[in-house]
């Protein structure tokens, strides 16, 4: 049963344009979430986390939001690289780690 | 500063061997967490552990042991590898306690049971 979930397996963006990754998860005792971005034959690198005292924090050019009242989450890219182009995994922050499968961006020049 | 490593980079084994992989976390960091990542899914937590004693343990079965070494290194063990056990294999580091949020992952170890 999976605890935290990533529905869109991939996602395609045009540069310059908004990606927004989606996360929901199931356990309203979860109050910590973390974003990690993974690149092939790398591990998986933190990116930015939110706790559930707030419902946005913004870092350059990511941005995460939190509704607790509908156990979701997203991440905003703006504006989108090339660059940015990797897995996307959305994670609890309560110990261990509970990831969802990832969603991989791709972003088109 | 030197970042989580891992060795070896890549594992190929076959069916019923048995298999270390080590990790050797950033330095000043005390708590080692290992993790499986099968082909399409997220990181799957194993084992965790803090100041050289095990804090956690994942859904894994008894052939999957692991220790922390006093300067706070890590081995993971797999005995009688089935071709299932074929994933990439993360270790993390954190500075703080068991329950430090943030995670810092090594570059994995591939391995490939046939």
């Known amino acids: 049963d999976q605890q935290v979930k990533q529905n869109s397996p991939s996602l395609s963006v045009q540069e310059g344009r908004i990606s927004i990754l989606n996360c929901d998860y199931t356990?309203?005792?979860?109050?910590?979430f973390l974003w990690y971005k993974k690149y092939p034959a790398e591990g998986p690198t933190f990116l930015i986390s939110?706790?559930?005292?707030?419902d946005k924090n913004e870092d350059g050019r990511f941005t995460v939001f939190l509704n607790k009242s509908a156990k979701h989450l997203s991440l905003h890219i703006v504006p989108s690289q090339p660059g940015d182009s990797a897995v996307y995994f959305c994670?609890?922050?309560?110990?261990?780690?509970?990831f969802g499968k990832g969603t991989r961006l791709s972003v088109i020049a | 500063d030197a970042g989580v490593t891992q060795s070896p980079t890549h594992l190929i084994k076959t069916r019923g061997q048995q298999v270390t992989l080590r990790c050797s976390p950033i330095?000043?960091?005390?708590?080692v967490s290992w993790y499986q990542q099968v082909l399409g899914q997220g990181p799957q937590f194993i084992f965790q552990?803090?100041?050289?004693?095990?804090?956690g343990r994942g859904n894994f079965p008894d052939r999957f042991s692991a220790r922390q070494f006093p300067n706070y290194s890590s081995e993971l063990n797999v005995n009688a590898l089935l071709l299932g056990d074929s994933a990439l294999y993360l270790c993390?580091?954190?500075?703080?306690?068991?329950?430090?949020?943030?995670?810092?992952f090594g570059p994995g170890t591939r391995l490939t049971v046939l």
């Open positions: 330095s000043g960091h005390k708590s």
């Open positions: 552990y803090y100041e050289k004693e095990e804090r």
């Open positions: 994670a609890t922050g309560n110990t261990p780690l509970v």
């Open positions: 939110i706790s559930s005292i707030k």
């Open positions: 356990n309203s005792m979860f109050d910590y």
């Open positions: 993390a580091s954190n500075p703080g306690g068991p329950s430090y949020n943030e995670q810092f």
